[in-house]
């Protein structure tokens, strides 16, 4: 009877530890981010590298200055996201974190498709990456060689750091502090006259989070309103664009997933003016007709841009932001999402294909996780194909002034960071030496700088 006793008290026990660390705390983790592709009529993605990135601050780290000794490995290489050619990017994904009381977690972001490129604050673990061999340990295994030993093992495996061999970043031991409480750390987070972009996103209601790096040689604390990270990827979104008859006016949006996908924004700009039309929604597996009608309804771009930012702010809510987290996504992105010439269909990725493609984990778990990712589609139009088409032939049959003509009519389609993928849409159908040759060279010409501080690329 003692014995029974004795282990119903203990069962008991084990599963009341069980149940408290898997019970959720009292905060809350809120998530928005944005994926962006490139496609062509036909709909199918385009492998593409901008030819300039969204700026960021200098403080943000990156494989070209990751610390911690750390060094990239697989397919990384210093710089290495202005390098890849892939079909994804994904751009600043933030996480805001909420508590009334101070608190400590840990937040691991893994990536099975991706690399991580940028991050801040500094991160505990960031994959995948490598450390240098111990000095010592490795001057102790070259003594073993030499005296005609082969161990079956080295002395540097043993007291070297080991590396993250997969696709991941992790906090730990972040310190969540109240704003309330700490209003005193606003003039303490870092600034930079750099990645204006970049500080939008901390005019929020957040609490602050403070990241001790994990280096014993050089320790430092580091604060700011969120953890922020971004990347490059190589799967598909799941929305497809489709012409209707070859007319530019009339897209087919089609859903290739098995999730709804929903509030969806089809913006066409051109030349300080433009239109856009919104969807509710696309079930799983059918598609919708959107109808830009040529000519008509066009709006002042300041106009367009103002309605249209109030629109996805809401849609935003929609889905489980607050007001301010909505606001500070649109900021940060109404210069390129809004004001950029080009076609686009702009959209909210389903919850869980979000959970798939970025899994995340917080512990110990928050009361209430929201992610809210926004697809990007940019499509290079027909019309577009062509224009470059003829200004490619032209700079490869002209002479001296007719290829200055084909780099200035070029400047002006203003194709900025999706240039690269537009020529690469061209080629694809003219595959020939000569021909990519010059387009290469038109692409050169085209972006470099022009006089006022900015390539093509970043206007």
Known sequence: MKTTFLS???????WSVLAGNDSPEDYVAHEWGTFTSVQGADG????????????????????????????????LNPGSKSALVTLQRMETPVIYLYSDTERTIDVTVRFPQGLITEWYPQAHDIGPSAFPPNKLATALDGLVRKTGAQPRFTIASLFGRKGIPDSRIQWKSIRVLPTSRHANLAAVIPTDTSGIHYFAARKTDAAFVRVKTPDKAAPATEHEKFLFYRGVANFKTPLQIT????????LFLRNTGTDELKHLFVLAIRQGQGKFIYEDRVPSGQHVYAGLKSGEDLLPLGELAARISERMSAALQQEGLYRREADAMVKTWRESWFEEDGLRVLYVLPRAWTDEALPLTLQPRPREVVRAMVGRAEIIAPSTEWQLLKQIVHYSDGDADERRQAVNRTRQMNLGRFFQPAVQLVLGSHPNREFSQAAWE??????????DGRTLAAK
């Open 8 to 14: 119903f008290i203990l069962a008991a026990a084990q």
């Open 44 to 75: 199918v993605l385009i492998p593409w590298n901008p030819l300039e990135t969204t700026k960021l601050p200098k403080f943000v780290y990156d494989w070209s200055k990751p610390g911690q000794d750390r060094l990239p490995a697989g397919v």
């Open 243 to 250: 012409f209707t008859s070859g007319n530019e006016t009339n």
């Open 442 to 451: 038109l692409l050169q010409a085209a972006t470099k700088n022009d006089g």
